[in-house]
T-cell receptor
Framework: EAGVAQSPRYKIIEKRQSVAFWCNPI?????LYWYQQILGQGPKLLIQ????????DSQLPKDRFSAERLKGVDSTLKIQPAKLEDSAVYLC?????????????FGPGTRLTVT | EDQVTQSPEALRLQEGESSSLNCSYT??????LFWYRQDPGKGPEFLFT???AGEEKEKERLKATLTKKESFLHITAPKPEDSATYLC???????????FGAGTTVTVRA
């Protein structure tokens, strides 16, 4: 079974530039998550999709971050404009269904460096 | 607000030297406590889910236990390939969000 795919794996940008990350979840997984992991910390949920609808985006900085999930499959996360504090690894995860009985499977992440 | 605290931050072990990692949590209505392993440059890999106090789960050299306030991940006779960061996360009963701790980085020397 293919895992969660993410691209690019690494990205370096200057502050105030924009950047986009792409995620392809495991086939058939209805729920998709984007996490931000700052060095030395655990992942923090940014947004959760159930099919192509948003379930939770309470921790997404909506003034600069946006995300979409087209046709309930692939997803993109965008930052515009980027700040120095956005330097982190952005992880995408998917699960078969939402809820407490479905494990989340993570992709390898995109390491973003903002200079 | 949910709180998940992992200790120690880092653990250096000799091959074969058993030890335990701690995850203490404060959450309203626990709906599951999760352990993940994260290797450098990779995403977290699911290990265990524990749902109620007294529950235990094992996988190879790893054993996870759960009480009402904390969880332990026991590593028995570790090998160098067990070197990784181990993350603990909790989920509340009224939402699907995972709240992660900062992790414990384990280094096992041959």
């Amino acid at each position: 079974e293919a895992g969660v795919a993410q691209s690019p794996r690494y990205k370096i940008i200057e502050k105030r530039q924009s950047v986009a990350f792409w995620c392809n979840p495991i086939s058939g997984h209805a729920t998709l998550y984007w996490y931000q992991q700052i060095l030395g910390q655990g992942p923090k949920l940014l947004i959760q999709f159930q099919n192509n609808g948003v379930v939770d985006d309470s921790q997404l900085p909506k003034d600069r971050f946006s995300a979409e999930r087209l046709k309930g499959v692939d997803s993109t996360l965008k930052i515009q404009p980027a700040k120095l504090e956005d330097s982190a690894v952005y992880l995408c995860a998917s699960s078969l269904v939402a809820g407490g009985f479905s494990e989340q499977y993570f992709g390898p992440g995109t390491r973003l460096t903002v200079t | 607000e949910d709180q998940v605290t992992q200790s120690p931050e880092a653990l250096r072990l000799q091959e074969g030297e058993s030890s335990s990692l701690n995850c203490s949590y404060t959450v309203s209505g626990l709906r599951g406590l999760f352990w993940y392993r994260q290797d450098p440059g990779k995403g977290p890999e699911f290990l265990f889910t524990l749902y109620s106090a007294g529950e235990e789960k094992e996988k190879e050299r790893l054993k996870a236990t759960l009480t009402k306030k904390e969880s332990f991940l026991h590593i028995t006779a570790p090998k160098p390939e067990d070197s990784a960061t181990y993350l603990c996360a909790v989920r509340r009963s009224n939402d699907y969000k995972l709240s992660f701790g900062a992790g414990t980085t384990v280094t096992v020397r041959a």
